[in-house]
C-alpha cells in the first residue's frame, strides 16, 4: 500500500514527512497507519491528520497511491 502526504513538511525531511512524498504503508493498527518515513524507519502515523508527536498544530493527510484488494486505507482514511 502507498499513500502521498500532503501538508507542512516537518521534521527537516531526514525523519517526519515531505509534502508531496509517496510513502509506503506496511500496516494498519487500530486507526493508525504504519509508514516507512524520511528517516527509512516504520513510525505509526494518524489516518486522519498526520503529523509530528511533538507539534500538535501541523497536520496533514493522507492520498491514496495503491491500495490493497480489501480497500483497508480507502475505508480508514475516507471514514
Given at each position: 500500500m502507498k499513500?502521498?502526504?500532503?501538508g507542512e513538511t516537518f521534521g527537516g525531511g531526514v525523519t517526519g514527512l515531505?509534502?508531496?512524498?509517496?510513502?509506503?504503508?506496511v500496516?494498519?493498527?487500530?486507526?493508525?497507519l504504519r509508514i516507512v518515513d524520511?528517516?527509512?524507519e516504520?513510525?505509526?502515523?494518524?489516518?486522519k491528520s498526520p503529523g509530528p508527536f511533538y507539534d500538535s498544530s501541523i497536520k496533514g493527510k493522507w492520498?491514496?497511491?495503491?491500495?490493497?484488494?480489501?480497500?483497508t486505507l480507502r475505508n480508514l482514511i475516507s471514514n
Open positions: 499513500v502521498r502526504f500532503v515531505t509534502n508531496g512524498k509517496v510513502y509506503d504503508c500496516g494498519v493498527e487500530y486507526d493508525l524520511d528517516e527509512g516504520d513510525y505509526l502515523y494518524s489516518s492520498e491514496i497511491v495503491e491500495d490493497d484488494e480489501k480497500g
